[in-house]
DNA sequence: CGTCCACAGGAATGACGGGCGG
DNA sequence: CCGCCCGTCATTCCTGTGGACG
């Protein structure tokens, strides 16, 4: 009985085995489109970035100063998503962190991106942790963990450079204290140096800085300008030949991929995106050649996994605000405002039989929703009728329905075809 | 031309869970 | 273990506002 019953059972996994014997030898024998897939992904930076060198020279003049361990000056770079910024900086600090290990003088340099980490206290948490100071996760003051980064950065005795990407998203959160207390951070140092290099999307960033801050964290600017259609194609070409078989990326392929993203105010970020998942597409559909259906396949992949993604985060309550907009939507081809929608999500709420929010916070839900480029929110004045917004999804409909339908709690509301009050 | 709608969105505050130092 | 401080989420209260209506 035994016996068998193992035999038995090592038979599944032979056959089992078997299927994933040939899955691996698929893969050894390697992709019919890929050569590289690594070389697609954004946070790739390659040997060379095509149509930044002159962003890279002047990012080393201004950081050089750092190798003599003399300070240098604060640097801030603007420019939208996709233009480079982070591609840039981490370039050109891993090249000067490099030079700095054949010198006597240690450069530290340190890569933070705020929006990831979300807060003043983990933002300097991990630039502890880059002078080698560990800190609690929570628990301590804000201030504790600044002084303990300046105590850790004095020990160290080198130059240090942090790159805080992504800033404007700290600023907008936390006002620009820290940021103050970090450009003042010199004066109190011995043997250290401390240079700030702030990356930001936002080119209104510096509205929200006060006047001190804003002078001693720009004392060198620089803008990055969105790439043009031609420019993302050579920046494709180049990682296509490294990515992909010879080939299997013909030119008019290559050529709409770089005017879907050009469309897309340049960002490079979505073009790579863009390519890699094309190459995926044709490869499971046993092609070796990526075609336009291909592309435009990915395209609407893209945009449902991003869709995906942002929703499995959301809390319960953004679910069922979204799903009551999802009901109610279309109703009125400019959308519906705060008040009817908040009606309905009061309803979905009662069914639900969980309780309902304010109509303040759900606003607030609103608005991260609208950020999140789920949904679209403008506000309208309606005059003698008050004033509002007008909300629309802008995720596609098919998504969502296909989220709803998986979450057994919502799958009832959004099928009801009416749920009001 | 002033009113007043129906909200927007800022500020203050509180409940809660979690880590710290003592 | 306690008191303290933190970040997060939510509520309450509040002031601000563009323009159709009377």
Redesign the pocket.
């Given at each position: 009985m035994k016996i068998s019953f193992v035999v038995c059972h090592l038979g599944a996994y032979a056959l089992a085995i078997d299927k994933l014997e040939n899955l691996f030898e698929k893969f050894m024998e390697g992709s019919p489109v890929f050569l590289s897939r690594e070389i697609l992904r954004h946070d790739f930076i390659p040997d060379e970035l095509p149509h930044r060198e002159a962003e890279i020279i002047r990012f080393g003049a201004v950081l050089a100063p750092s190798l003599k361990g003399t300070r240098c000056s604060n640097l801030f770079i603007y420019g939208k998503s996709g233009t480079g910024k982070t591609a840039v900086a981490k370039y050109v600090l891993d090249r000067i962190a490099r030079k700095g290990r054949t010198t006597s003088k240690k450069v530290r340099v340190c890569y933070v991106n705020c929006r990831k980490a979300?807060?003043?206290?983990?933002t300097l948490s991990s630039m502890c942790s880059a002078v080698g100071v560990k800190v609690?996760?929570?628990?301590?003051?804000?201030?504790e963990v600044l002084s303990r980064f300046k105590r850790g950065l004095e020990n160290t005795g080198s130059t240090f450079i942090a790159a805080l990407d992504e800033i404007d998203a700290l600023v907008r959160g936390y006002g620009d204290g820290i940021m103050y207390k970090l450009t003042r951070i010199n004066e109190e140092l011995r043997s250290s140096r401390l240079t700030i290099m702030g990356i930001s999307n936002d080119l209104y960033f510096k509205d929200l800085l006060g006047a001190r801050v804003r002078s001693s964290l720009s004392e060198e600017e620089m803008v990055f300008k969105p790439y043009t259609a031609e420019q993302i194609r050579d920046i494709l070409s180049q990682r296509v030949q490294l990515a992909f078989r010879c080939g299997s990326l013909p030119e008019p392929s290559l050529n709409l991929v770089a005017a879907l993203a050009a469309a897309e105010h340049g960002d490079a970020r979505r073009a790579l995106d863009l390519l890699r998942v094309s190459g995926e597409i044709a490869e499971r559909g046993n092609a070796s050649v990526v075609y336009e259906e291909h592309i435009r396949e990915a395209q609407r992949k893209i945009e449902h996994d991003r869709v995906v993604e942002v929703l499995d985060t959301l809390?319960l309550?953004s679910k069922i605000l979204l799903c009551a907009l999802y009901v109610r939507e279309g109703e009125s081809k400019r959308g519906i405002?705060?008040?009817?929608l908040?009606e309905t999500y009061h309803g979905c709420c009662g069914k639900l039989g969980v309780?309902?929010?304010?109509?303040?916070?759900?606003?607030?839900?609103?608005?991260e929703l609208d950020m999140l480029g789920v949904a679209n929110?403008k506000?309208a004045?309606?005059?003698?009728?008050?004033?509002?917004?007008r909300i629309q999804v802008t995720a596609p409909r098919q998504t969502l329905s296909k989220i709803f339908a998986e979450d057994p709690r919502l799958t009832e509301l959004a099928a009801s075809p009416s749920v009001r009050d």
């Open positions: 979300g807060t003043e206290y983990r609690p996760f929570t628990g301590l003051a804000t201030a809390p309550h405002t705060t008040g009817d908040y309780d309902a929010l304010t109509q303040r916070r759900v606003s607030g839900l609103l608005s929110a506000i004045n309606l005059g003698r009728y008050g004033r509002t917004k």
